[in-house]
Each structure stands twice: as C-alpha cells, then as structure tokens.
C-alpha cells in the first residue's frame, strides 16, 4: 500500500506545487496511522496499561457521620398543616452532607451519612457504640434529654463527639452537662429570651403568662420568667391551662373553643401581651383572636422565637432554602436547621484542618477560633463555658418575619450574641471548666 502512495505522490508532485502538498499530507497520514496501529496490537497482545500514577495526589479522607435518631410517640399537632415530615431533621442533614462534599472535592474529603433510628434508647446508645468502637466519632443525636445524658455517659472516655439538635433543656446545657456534648439547637432560655428583648423593644412591658400542665412546659414557663427579670418585663398575671394530653378538637369543636378561651382569659390583669407556653403543641393555638381582651399573643404560637423560618430571605437565605427544597421537596423546619449546621460544623472544622483524624477535629471545634457560617448575618460561635451554639434568633409569625434578636440597644462586653441564653457568670456547667 505505500509503494501505490510512493507512486501517486511521485505523479502529483509533477503536477503542481498545491496537488504535491496534498499528496504529501495523505502520505504522512498513512504512515501515522500504520504506526499507531501497530503499537495498538502490541499493546492489546500485552494487555491493558495502568494508569500512571500522581507523585502528588493525596487519598481520599473519608469523615463518617452518625444520626442517632429516637422515634418519639408523639401526639398529633393541632393544625394539619403541621404535620412533621417522616424525615424532619434528616433532610438537613444530607443537604449539609452534599455542602461537605462540593467543598471536600477540593480537598481530597468525603463525608458520608449513616442514619440509625429508634423507639428503644438503648438499642440506639448500643448502635451508637458500635459505631465509634468501628471508628465513627461524630454523632449528631436528636434525642429528648433523659436519652442524650445517658448516651454522652455511655461515650464518656471515648473518642466521640456528640452534636445536640433534638432537646432545647436547659440542664443539659448547666448543671447536668458533660464535656463531650455540644448545643446546635437554642435552649429554652435563648429562645425566651429573644422574645423578652423584642417586647422590650416594643416596650410591651405586663406580660400574661399562660402555661401547659407538662414538665416542658413548665421548664419554658421559667425561661419566660428569667427573661422578664433580665429584660424589665412584668408577670402580672400566671395561669395554667389543664386539658388531657392527645384531646383534639374536632367536628364542630371550635365552637366548645370559642366559649372556653375567653372565659379561660376573663379577668386578668391588664396586661400589653399575652404569652402562651405549650412546647408539645397541643393547645397554643387555640389562642390567637380568642382571648377576652384583645392583646397579641406570642410565645408556643402567634409570634415565635426559632432557630429557621421557611419565609427568611435575608444573608442568602432564599438560595439556602431553595437548595432544601429542589433536596427534600419541602420547606426547611427547624430541626431540619439544627441539623444542617450541626453537619456543617464537622465539615467546616476538616476543611478548616484538612484532616480525618477525630482527636485534631474535636480539638479545633472547641477553640476560640473555630467559627461556621450559618446564613445568620454574623459568625456563628461555640461557648466555651456551655458548648452551646451562639447564634441570632428569628421572631417570626406563621408566614412572615417579624425582627431577629438580639434586638438593638442589648449591649454585651464581648458579643451581643451572649445577651441570649446563660451567660458565663450564670452558668452551672462545670464539665466544661478548664482546671487552672
């Protein structure tokens, strides 16, 4: 076949210098591909080639996250518009799994989910162990109180770091805190007192306070109270609100309801609001245009304090829920919240130290220096008296924004941040101290 080549590019070449250029590339052509043809069978006779390593490419660190999950038996919410999700909290956090990971491309990271969920406490502190012992040190755990002290006792000692979304208690946070417990999610005082500073602000100052009969609501009922004292708020009047846990006011009941609030709430002292504490949502919203007086009514409903609202547009916010919800075709909750900036916190402390090793994350997370972006406006920070998550709250209406607290004027020496909840001087958490 190249002698005919030889003899066509010796004919053309007498034909003129354009038609000799085009037979000289045919030519080089030829020769190419019988070359590369010829190195494409040795090379099949001896089978496929390895990849040429990378003198610099590092490996891959792989970050496991733990999602203990205890299924509650809850009773159902008033409104069934308030229907929680079955995976309320869990969307979260595989929104913040996919952030670590857009990041972690970069940095040679991976970070994986593993959701282990519950009715039996135990089983889920045995799962828990099981997993740490298998070396899965961060555990972002969505349990009531009781569950999340026995679980942090279970991992004393070990290399385990737990991350609380699921219990606003105080006491887990203060005198029944321990070292390897971290706060995502804001306790009952910061959540009270980011509605004390907004009525302040108001200069709403007699507060009626009306209170459910179950230990939470209880505990809120004295979170509300602190609040008053720190922020110049009157209690003029207390009242508690039996009813039978679970009891729903169905076919017609709202007529019952609309003779037995405002006789419930006849009398009272003149007060500027009503507050309503009821943290299993059972019956605060009854409430709200109700009430015999007309007063506006905040609290468990009404006007709330939360970590997230689904109407929050501010700081990037509408990007930040549009992503939630292209994920979990749904709008944020705030669980769903907690838990995403819980997962963010162990990405942002491995991008941060670009290392998989549990005892140099854990370190870095509890420095003064470590911060996480939270869509909040502000950096968001660790206490270190508390472990709690310094962060600004959201007083907001059912579908609209109504101020984010702390509110103007509530001056702090170090961050106004630490007007929410128990400052240093107040707290009762010694697990935290560090010795001198």
């Known amino acids: 076949m190249t002698d005919n080549f030889l003899k066509l590019f010796i004919f053309n070449g007498r034909q003129g210098p354009f038609t000799f250029c085009i037979a000289l590339s045919i030519l080089c052509l030829s020769i190419f591909g019988t070359v590369t043809s010829a190195r494409a069978q040795d090379a099949a006779k001896e089978g496929p080639a390895a990849a040429p390593a990378k003198a610099d490419e590092k490996p891959t660190l792989t970050i496991p996250i733990i999602l203990l999950r205890q299924l509650r038996d809850k009773n159902p919410p008033l409104s069934l518009l308030d229907l929680p999700p079955p995976d309320e909290g869990v969307a979260g956090a595989r929104l913040a799994i996919a952030d670590n990971n857009t990041t972690g491309r970069f940095l040679n990271q991976s970070f994986k989910l593993e959701i282990i969920e519950n009715a039996d406490v135990a089983e889920l502190i045995k799962a828990a162990g099981e997993q740490v012992a298998a070396g899965s040190g961060f555990i972002v755990a969505d349990l009531d109180a009781g569950p999340l002290i026995q679980l942090a006792d279970a991992l004393a000692g070990k290399p385990a770091l737990i991350l609380n979304v699921g219990t606003p208690d105080d006491s887990v946070r203060e005198e029944n805190c321990r070292a390897n417990v971290i706060h995502l999610s804001p306790s009952r005082t910061m959540l009270a007192d980011a509605l004390g500073q907004y009525f302040a602000w108001k200069q709403w100052r007699n507060w009626f306070l009306i209170y459910g009969s179950q230990p939470e609501d209880k505990l809120l009922a004295d979170a509300y109270r602190r609040a008053a004292k720190r922020f110049g708020g009157k209690i003029v009047e207390e009242r508690e609100f039996k009813y039978e846990s679970g009891s729903r006011r169905a076919d017609g009941g709202f007529e019952q309801i609309q003779q037995q609030i405002p006789q419930f709430t006849q009398n009272a002292k003149d007060h500027d609001v009503v507050i309503v504490v009821d943290e299993s949502q059972q019956f605060a919203d009854y409430f709200p245009f109700r009430t015999w007086t007309p007063r506006p009514v905040a609290g468990s409903s009404g006007m709330t304090p939360t970590s997230w609202h ?117 707290t009762k958490c010694l697990a935290y101290a560090k010795p001198q």
């Open 310 to 426: 689904p109407a929050l547009e501010l700081w990037g916010g509408t990007q930040f829920q549009n992503r939630f919800r292209r994920l979990a075709n749904r709008n944020m909750r705030p669980l769903d919240y907690d838990a995403w900036i819980a997962v963010r916190v162990i990405g942002e402390a491995a991008s941060r130290k670009q290392t998989d090793k549990f005892a140099d994350l854990n370190a870095y997370i509890h420095t003064p220096e470590f911060e996480v972006a939270a869509f909040k406006g502000v950096k968001t920070t660790l206490r270190s008296w508390n472990g709690q998550l310094r962060q600004p709250l959201i007083v907001t209406t059912p579908k609209l924004l109504v101020s984010i607290s702390p509110q103007p004027g509530f001056l702090h020496q170090f961050t106004e941040l630490d007007t929410l909840g128990i400052d240093k001087p107040e």
